[in-house]
């Protein structure tokens, strides 16, 4: 890349904060503006850059957009309100990058991507990235490399775990409702059904879940209101070709080793991550029972390894060479949309306590 990248931030709370602090460490990328309506956020925004340089700073998105200052926007605002934003953007010719989840719902999922597939006509170089980072987790990338070049044979069964923390505290506690956030199976596990339909290559079909808020948040009251996110829950996602995928969910499992597991077994093997300590097994069953190879994965050219194991700096490092050779985003609005629909049908397959079927919840 050539000459300097400018970037504005929408949302400086503790997400947009994780992006400018990968964006720091980008060659060519600088931080000239950023937007957010409380005070707070924007001052942890000044922090994060340094007090000895001064980003413009907007109140409201709709002044940055319009300022002039920008070549490119990251959109980490609360996530109900992602879907005005994209749209407020598309018309514009910045690039943009969003956070997940794409939307909370299906339909704007499916309002953003039309309105973006429109605008691309008058604005053919612009990139618009789905912001979904767990894909470039290093031991993550070990293993879809595994299954791309067959290691394992044709995939049958995929496993994530996720044994994690509880929900941080956001500005205003707008995570603690599905209003805003979709559900936890929005909200958090996008993630992890992405994966899975990277791993797994054919449609998702249906969705089974159970799942429960049983330790976290019960004693929090917000303006008379109890928290009704879920803290754990068991996904099962059938895919065309039968192909099964299965998420382990809980949110007060801090007392783990590793906050991430992930398994793909295939006619031929097996291939396991455990992400946290950056270790990937591979066992082929030709060579016998209990035989595998591990190594230790990690990537020299993360300049920051921040909240995601250096997985956000990636996505930005390629985002940002997409936008420089006028290339197609490697993780589109589509991809957006098909995680958000899995985790739709898993919080419905929970409330109605029944299997979800996709095309259901597609046709929405």
């Known amino acids: 890349m050539t000459g300097q990248l400018r970037y504005g931030v929408i949302g400086t709370g503790m997400m947009g904060i994780e992006h400018i602090n990968n964006l720091l460490h980008l060659p060519a990328a600088v931080v000239t503006a950023v937007a957010d309506p409380h005070q707070e956020s924007l001052d942890w925004a000044q922090l994060a850059v340094g007090l000895d340089t001064s980003p413009a700073k907007f109140t409201n998105h709709h002044d940055l957009l319009a300022s002039g200052l920008c070549d490119a926007v990251v959109i980490a605002t609360p996530n109900h309100t992602h879907h005005q934003v994209l749209l407020d953007v598309l018309h514009t010719p910045l690039h943009v990058l969003v956070e997940k989840p794409l939307c909370t719902t299906v339909a704007h999922c499916r309002e953003v991507i039309a309105l973006a597939a429109q605008a691309a006509a008058e604005h053919p170089r612009r990139v618009v990235w789905m912001g979904l980072e767990y894909r470039y987790m290093p031991p993550t990338q070990a293993v879809v490399g595994e ?23 956001k500005v205003g506690n707008w995570n603690r409702f599905n209003r805003n956030t979709g559900g936890t199976l929005v909200e958090k596990c996008c993630h992890f059904f992405d994966l899975m339909n990277l791993l797994v290559g054919t449609p998702p079909i249906r969705v089974i879940a159970s799942g429960g808020r049983d330790v976290n948040h019960l004693d929090e009251v917000y303006d008379g209101e109890v928290p009704d996110i879920l803290d754990n829950a068991y996904v099962i996602v059938e895919y065309a070709g039968g192909v099964r995928s299965m998420l382990d969910l809980c949110m007060f499992a801090e007392a783990s080793k590793n906050e991430q597991e992930i398994s793909v077994v295939g006619t031929q093997g097996k291939v396991e991550a455990m992400v946290t300590e950056g270790v990937v097994r591979v066992g082929r069953r030709a060579d016998g029972l209990g035989s595998f190879r591990e190594r230790h994965i990690r990537d020299p050219a993360i300049r920051h390894s921040g909240l995601h194991h250096g997985a956000s700096y990636l996505e930005h490092e390629a985002f940002a060479q997409a936008i420089a050779d006028g290339g197609r985003p490697t993780v589109t609005l589509d991809d957006g949309l098909m995680s958000v629909a899995v985790g739709v049908a898993a919080q419905r397959s929970i409330e109605l306590a029944r299997p979800v079927m996709l095309e259901v919840v597609l046709g929405e």
């Open 147 to 169: 299954v791309r070049a067959g290691t394992v044979g044709e995939v049958r069964m995929v496993a994530i775990r996720e044994h994690r923390f509880p929900f941080l505290p």
